[in-house]
């Protein structure tokens, strides 16, 4: 299976030598490419063929549930945790980005977006959207909540997490030519690199 276009944005958000856990690590080929450049890292997947394809690549993950096992790793265990359009499946979203800014100072975040305008035009004539970034129909997706990036950046400042940068997405991962411009309109979705406000975390 060829590597995802994003992979190499995430890879250079990425620090040499950092530690990164990776939640939903899939067969581990982000990790593979960052521990290339002199990363360590973990993977945490649920889907046993994946595990085993990680495991098989030399990968080290780890089989646990996001939604309620993210307790296992220690406050500041890692450099950054990347959760790569996996959000969006999770039962418990705030609990998650909870966690993740607990374990790590930095984050990295994909997610598709629920209003790209091609998505609008199919809702006005009564469909629901299906496009690259949310490929599935509507009984068969393993998608639970679907938001637009005008939706999903007021919950990361609510969460404590702040936007260093973020990345508008072609539907084909690259980065969207029309760069930040109208992104919650013509972004089939888009990478964050976030930070711990700290601040927040002096006052809880």
Same mark, same amino acid.
């Given at each position: 299976?060829?590597?995802?276009?994003?992979?190499? %944005?995430?890879?250079?958000?990425? /620090?040499?030598?950092?530690?990164? #856990?990776?939640?939903?690590?899939?067969?581990?080929?982000?990790?593979?490419?960052?521990?290339?450049?002199?990363?360590?890292?973990?993977? @945490?997947?649920?889907?046993?063929?994946?595990?085993?394809?990680?495991? =098989?690549?030399?990968?080290?993950?780890?089989? #646990?549930?996001?939604?309620? *096992?993210?307790?296992?790793?220690?406050?500041?265990?890692?450099? @950054?945790?990347?959760?790569?359009?996996?959000?969006?499946? @999770? &039962?418990? /979203?705030?609990?998650?980005?909870?966690?993740?800014? =607990?374990?790590?100072?930095?984050?990295? @975040?994909?997610? /598709?977006?629920?209003?790209? !305008?091609?998505?609008?035009? =199919?809702? +006005?004539?009564? $469909?629901?959207?299906?496009?690259?970034?949310? /490929?599935?129909? !509507?009984?068969?997706?393993?998608?639970?909540?679907?938001?637009?990036?005008?939706?999903? *950046?007021? +919950?990361?400042?609510?969460?404590?997490? $702040?936007?260093?940068?973020?990345?508008?997405?072609?539907?084909?991962? &690259?980065?969207?030519?029309?760069?930040?411009?109208?992104?919650?309109?013509?972004?089939?979705?888009? +990478?964050?690199?976030?930070?711990?406000?700290?601040? %927040?975390?002096?006052?809880?």
């Amino acid at each position: 299976m060829n590597a995802r276009a994003d992979f190499d %944005l995430i890879a250079k958000l990425v /620090p040499e030598r950092s530690r990164v #856990l990776d939640l939903g690590c899939g067969d581990g080929a982000l990790l593979r490419r960052l521990m290339a450049k002199g990363c360590t890292g973990t993977g @945490v997947e649920i889907e046993p063929a994946e595990v085993i394809a990680a495991i =098989r690549s030399g990968v080290n993950v780890i089989e #646990l549930d996001i939604d309620h *096992e993210l307790g296992e790793f220690d406050d500041d265990s890692y450099d @950054v945790v990347i959760l790569s359009r996996t959000l969006q499946t @999770v &039962h418990r /979203p705030t609990e998650v980005l909870s966690q993740i800014r =607990r374990i790590a100072h930095h984050a990295i @975040v994909s997610m /598709p977006n629920f209003a790209l !305008w091609r998505n609008r035009l =199919r809702l +006005l004539r009564g $469909r629901m959207p299906i496009s690259k970034d949310l /490929p599935f129909e !509507w009984f068969d997706t393993p998608n639970l909540h679907y938001t637009s990036l005008s939706d999903l *950046e007021p +919950l990361f400042t609510r969460m404590g997490l $702040r936007i260093d940068r973020r990345i508008t997405l072609d539907p084909h991962g &690259h980065r969207h030519r029309a760069g930040n411009l109208l992104s919650n309109l013509v972004g089939s979705s888009a +990478l964050y690199l976030l930070h711990r406000d700290e601040r %927040l975390r002096q006052s809880s």
